[in-house]
């Protein structure tokens, strides 16, 4: 019989389903005798005879060639065994399943042996009749709660299009309040590239107002970005966006710093942003075993781009966790130890198309900041490297490390969320000096190519010169599904001159903590 691929009709036959892996698959059949004669009948020669969805009523058929059609033409080839028509049948579905318009709960997969004509000739080849049955979710959602970031929390409402136009299009808009961020909206439409669940593009549009305490002034940004993001095979994410930003920063304290107040008003930041992320922890929020690398990339001004600030901008993060055998108990004591290393460079570069034209030193807006409950425990928010005052103004290259040991709270047991923290951590954050032949022009301070290479190998040798801000301390771990919560009770060990302290309880709560 001829493959076909149909969408829609009636359930001819529904005498074997499965939920959405071969070996459900394979187990519901009924397959009682020994595992010889299981792996006898997999490998006996199949194909798809013809395939069917149902319940994809909103959805365009185009969409679901894409992952379906293969599957019916590759098991065509000699040789496909039933065995691998189980295998892809599984691995369609969770690739439908990535898609986020049907209900998880919603897939059901039908098998039956085709029907064949009396005049047809004996094979052993088996050819299949398969219905897949599908639910969509409510293509419109509508939600308000609280959100968690780090150091931050907020109130949110949220409206959501989902499969707008039947290709799994996602349209949404959200506006939020927090204790940082004042106001903040925007909207974003996306879209699989191609068919490709994995492989999707967004754009979006935003506009916020943020409170920055730790530098005496606040700061408005309106601007749009488009983004490609893609998952490789082995479940690493890519993430490229192109950005154009208005930055106003304004609202300056009466006690705010020169350096505040020289980078005060408004500048655009035309940027290309690059992120990648390997995360093999076994939980985000409290990992026993298993690391996470993530590297974050972006260039500023430069070549094509535009704007009036110019630079590459690198941070890189690492960080793993080892169960802790107890005897008794073994690895799953609910006891682990980890630690976690964070560096980051920010390097002024020329605009336009040149490399050794005269730059302009970083913005406040764009250095890195240290230290926090969720970052540098120990220390005030900002609390780590160069100020001018009570200001953090930032630095341009940091670098940052911790250990950590985990222990259930007693009577708890392992699987609880609830931890006991035993902690150290440290960092150091520099700026980049503009010593040397540093000239006046037309917009301002600007150095030469030689200082800034300069100023920046002088800002990394410094990372090490001397011991870095030190903190110790215990406290209480919750992880919950959205947010990591923590208590700690803080000790600064080493402090430099100018820099913040903060002995004594620290409250944190957000989703990335160092």
Known sequence: MANSLG?????AAGQIETNQTASSTTAQQGYTGPTKVLDEHLLTPASISSLEVHGATNTRRSLLDHVLKPLVEESAHAGTTLGQVLDRIGAATKKLARFDIFREEGFGVFLAEAPRPESAPPTDRTDLDISIRVKEKSRLVFSAGTDFGNAEGSAYTNAVARNIFGGAETLSVNASAGTRTRSAYNATFS?????????????EALRSATQKPWASHEEHLAGANLRLAWLTENSDTHALALSTVWRQLTGLAATASPTVRADAGDSLKSSLTHTFTRDRRDNPMLPQRGYLLRTVSELAGWGPLRGDVSFAKTEVEASGALPVAIPGLGSKSGVSVGGGLRLGVLYP?????????????SRINDRFQLGGPTDVRGFKLGGLGPHD??????????????????IPVPRTGPESPLRLQLFANAGRLVALHSRGKAKEGSEGLAMDSATVLKGVKSAVAELTNGLPSLAAGFGLVYAHPVARFELNFSLPLVLRRGEEGRKGLQVGVGINFL
């Open 7 to 11: 969408f829609g009709g009636s359930n």
């Open 389 to 406: 005052g009570a200001d953090s103004v930032g630095g341009d290259v940091f670098a940052a490390g911790s250990v950590n040991a985990l």
């Open 349 to 361: 570069l020329p605009s336009g198309y040149s490399l050794t034209g005269p730059a302009q030193p």
């Open 191 to 203: 879209t699989p590239f191609n068919g490709n669940p994995d492989l999707r593009f967004s754009a």
